[in-house]
């Protein structure tokens, strides 16, 4: 597969000066293990990978001796397998106080790993990776998005424009680096075993008694609902199982990193807001397989565009903080009187409020919801419309237009 130069590579070779271990967590696929193995090339450091079984059951059943056969400094791959290992991976890091001594990778993300909070914390330097940033799919560096001037023209300068066709093809085609890369022409038959593996691999290994065709459809119907309030009655019953069986797959799909929330946003002086969380996939191209969208144009024109362009955007922007090594602070804002801010980026001690729309001519209506924020005690800053207007704009001094193909 032809390699794409990641964001992320600058930040581990900077924490590998600084950490004793490195740990590297996002789903299948998005090129962990072919990033690192690329930063390795020509040192010392040797490679071993817990999918294969007879390592895997080494160390998990006798952890010292594996650490006494790979010897650091070491990559040890899918280590999710074997939380038996982080307390010996203490041990030795507390003995040897030696930066880079471990890189470790995971298909599962960080808060879900068993033990490592308690045996590492303070020693390891905790990255996250995830598909592809528009950015990177084009070659260029990605920086955390923010509603500011400055970058926003920078960034002009180095993304590849696109109108609402060529929009709609990238959230078809999707932005799993296979893909991207040319090295996987066919994305029906790419998505088609990525599931499959994932049920067969993944998911049974976190949960043994699920149904194979039950699980398809509850992925499916957790990817007709993206951009919406999750509603866990209502996809328990599509996948004809029980409410609780739900959110624990729903917590399966997070744990694999595939879906994520956006949380409303709230404090002590805004009142009468909703509480439950909105669902997205971090990769569209998953969401137009499970729905069964046959191509661009019929998805550009069909009963789910909005729903997956709103995917798209928020995806696209929590990518570009999690692929330059940064958390995204990220929310949606909703009162009881069906309100609604799209997105709510907060940094740096300010709210920028975004709306997402389906349009090249936003007009101002669009932006007086935004007052909405004027009462919370954090104050709002510059906000925007993210839409389909080819260059950037501005509807008047505190609110810009964006393209989305900007992000």
């Not at 997070?254 to 990769?283: A, C, Q």
Request: proline content about 4%; overall charge neutral.
């Amino acid at each position: 597969m032809p390699y794409i130069k990641r964001n992320l590579e600058k930040i581990v070779q900077e924490v590998t000066l600084e950490y004793p271990v490195i740990l590297l967590a996002g789903p299948r696929q998005v090129g962990k293990t072919t990033m690192l193995m690329k930063l390795m090339e020509g040192s010392e450091r040797s490679y071993v990978t817990l999918d294969n079984l007879s390592e895997r059951a080494l160390a998990k059943s006798d952890p010292e001796l594996f650490l006494q056969l790979h010897k650091p400094p070491i990559l040890i791959d899918e280590v999710q397998y074997a939380p038996e290992l982080f307390t010996y991976i203490k041990i030795y890091v507390d003995q040897h106080h030696t930066p880079g001594s471990f890189w470790l990778t995971s298909s599962h993300i960080f808060k879900s790993l068993q033990g490592i909070h308690v045996s590492l914390a303070g020693r390891v330097a905790v990255l996250s990776m995830t598909c592809l940033t528009q950015a990177e799919s084009c070659g260029e560096s990605v920086t955390p998005f923010t509603v500011d001037l400055e970058s926003l023209t920078e960034r002009a300068k180095h993304r590849q424009a696109a109108d609402a066709h060529a929009l709609f093809e990238r959230i078809f085609k999707g932005s799993m680096p296979a893909l991207l890369s040319g090295s996987v022409s066919n994305s029906q038959i790419f998505y088609s075993s990525y599931i499959s593996t994932y049920i067969e691999r993944d998911v049974k290994d976190l949960s043994d008694s699920i149904d194979s065709l039950k699980f398809l459809r509850f992925i499916t119907s957790v990817a007709a609902r993206c951009s919406q309030m999750l509603n866990v009655a209502d996809i328990a019953q599509d996948a004809d199982i029980n409410q609780q069986q739900a959110k624990n797959w729903l917590g399966i799909l997070e744990m694999l990193g595939l879906i994520f929330y956006l949380h409303p946003y709230s404090n002590n002086l805004l009142k009468r807001l909703v509480k439950t969380p909105k669902l997205y996939f971090y990769d569209t191209g998953l969401v137009c397989y499970l729905t069964k969208w046959s191509n661009a144009e019929t998805l550009e024109a069909g009963a789910m565009n909005g729903a997956i362009l709103e995917n798209y955007v928020v995806s696209e922007i929590a990518k570009t903080y999690l692929n330059s090594g940064k958390e995204p602070f990220m929310y949606y804002y909703r009162d009881k009187d069906a309100k609604e801010i799209d997105i709510v980026l907060e940094h740096d001690g300010i709210l920028n409020p975004l709306e997402i729309k389906k349009t090249a001519n936003p007009g101002s209506e669009l932006t007086k919801v935004f007052s909405l924020l004027d009462k919370a005690s954090t104050p709002r800053g510059k906000g925007a419309i993210l839409c389909m207007k080819p260059a950037l704009g501005a509807i008047d001094k505190e609110n810009y237009i964006i393209p989305i193909w900007m992000i």
